[in-house]
């Protein structure tokens, strides 16, 4: 779900004609992103930057509640995929992360996202700095 922070929920922006902050259309995005491995620009910390396509509904009605009728929308809109906090956050301020770091990104608590950078690196070394990315939603997951 989106974040409400900037340009969130409650400052939804518009895209070729349709308004509302972004979420990301499950689906696999093949080579769609790219690893930074920096400490320094955008964010100042390692994250994946959207390099190709992905779909992403619109949600514009500033509910905090996304419509899975609405239009998608497939293109790079800066769907990046990155840490959701600051070092040393700890899980009561999980929500709260949730709902002020994304418009539209993908990512986790700082905590959990630095685990997975020694294997990005790793993957990055051997493979190439682009990833695939595969988002299901619950649903997908119960029989």
């Excluded at 340009?7 to 922006?13: A, D, E, K, L, W």
């Excluded at 308004?19 to 689906?27: Q, Y």
């Excluded at 809109?77 to 070092?87: D, E, L, P, T, V």
Aim: with cysteine.
């Amino acid at each position: 779900m989106p974040g409400t922070w900037g340009r969130g929920v409650y400052n939804p922006i518009t895209v070729l004609g349709i308004t509302g902050t972004a979420a990301l259309k499950a689906g696999q995005y093949l080579d769609a992103y790219r690893f930074v491995d920096t400490y320094q620009g955008w964010l100042n910390y390692p994250y994946f930057h959207q390099v190709r396509p992905v779909t992403v509904f619109r949600d514009g009605d500033r509910d905090n509640t996304l419509e899975w009728d609405n239009p998608v929308q497939s293109g790079l809109f800066g769907i990046n995929i990155h840490r959701m906090s600051n070092n040393g956050i700890d899980s009561q301020v999980l929500n709260y992360v949730w709902a002020t770091w994304s418009m539209g990104c993908q990512g986790a608590p700082e905590p959990t996202f630095a685990q997975l950078l020694p294997l990005a690196r790793a993957c990055a070394r051997f493979h190439g700095d682009l990833f695939d990315y595969t988002l299901l939603y619950e649903a997908d997951l119960k029989g």
